[in-house]
């Protein structure tokens, strides 16, 4: 049973197309987030939600959308997809500090 | 604001020796925690230790130990007998605890095992 599952693993696409990453957690953790990990390996957060409620968007462009259907769920919809947003993210969750855990990331190709 | 730096670009150890990765952290919060994670080359992010701000202890998992000296605001991990699969990125990070939890990471350090 995996406890924060990400999907998909992979994902190539076109400049200019629209995409979605989705996010499942059974941990029953109140707290989701997306991190952004970039082609020089550093991770930068982009999102968090608490029970469902958006409490951090760190500067992201607008083309990024979280949308937390349920506190278990966390997916990442992308707009108009740019060469830079190719990347690794990350889907993770917690229930307090000690308690983080991430998905195993989705790369993002962008071609 | 938080910040953590790893200035170790990338080590090299012999198999079976002890390693310490460093970590220095900055913050004005008096509550926070200190976080290392493991990225293999299979990608994935896996939790190694984690030190509360107010723990008295230093933390322990298994092989891995945090030396938290907090007044240097330091947070090494120390891998004893290193293992070839030990060889992986290693990240320190900080959480805030006043609300968020986000992590904030550092740039990370690569660690080769030697046979």
């Known amino acids: 049973d995996t406890a924060v599952s990400q999907t998909p693993k992979y994902l190539v696409t076109q400049m200019g197309n629209d995409k979605s990453i989705k996010c499942e957690q059974n941990?029953?953790?109140?707290?989701m987030y997306w991190y952004k990990q970039d082609s020089k390996k550093f991770l930068k957060i982009m999102f968090s939600?608490?029970?469902?409620?958006?409490?951090i968007n760190e500067t992201v462009p607008n083309r990024f959308s979280p949308k937390s259907p349920d506190k278990a769920h966390l997916n990442l919809h992308i707009n108009s997809l740019e060469l830079g947003d190719s990347a690794v993210y990350f889907c993770?969750?917690?229930?307090?500090?000690?308690?983080?855990?991430f998905g195993s990331g989705t790369r993002l190709t962008v071609v | 604001a938080q910040k953590i730096t790893q200035t170790q670009p990338g080590m090299f150890v012999q198999e079976k020796e002890a390693v310490t990765l460093d970590c220095t952290y900055d913050?004005?919060?008096?509550?926070?925690?200190l976080f290392w994670y493991k990225q293999p080359s299979s990608g994935e992010m896996i939790f190694l230790i984690y030190?509360?701000?107010?723990?008295?202890q230093n933390a322990t998992e298994g092989r891995y130990s945090l030396n938290f000296q907090k007044a240097r605001k330091s947070a090494n991990l120390v891998i004893s007998a290193s293992q070839l699969g030990d060889s992986a990125m290693y990240f320190c990070?900080?959480?805030?605890?006043?609300?968020?939890?986000?992590?904030?990471f550092g740039k990370g350090m690569k660690l080769t095992v030697n046979p």
């Open positions: 990070a900080m959480s805030y605890q006043g609300g968020s939890e986000k992590l904030v």
């Open positions: 993770a969750s917690s229930q307090a500090a000690r308690g983080y855990t």
């Open positions: 939600y608490n029970n469902k409620e958006l409490i």
């Open positions: 030190q509360g701000s107010y723990d008295q």
């Open positions: 913050t004005s919060d008096p509550s926070y925690g």
């Open positions: 941990l029953g953790h109140d707290t």
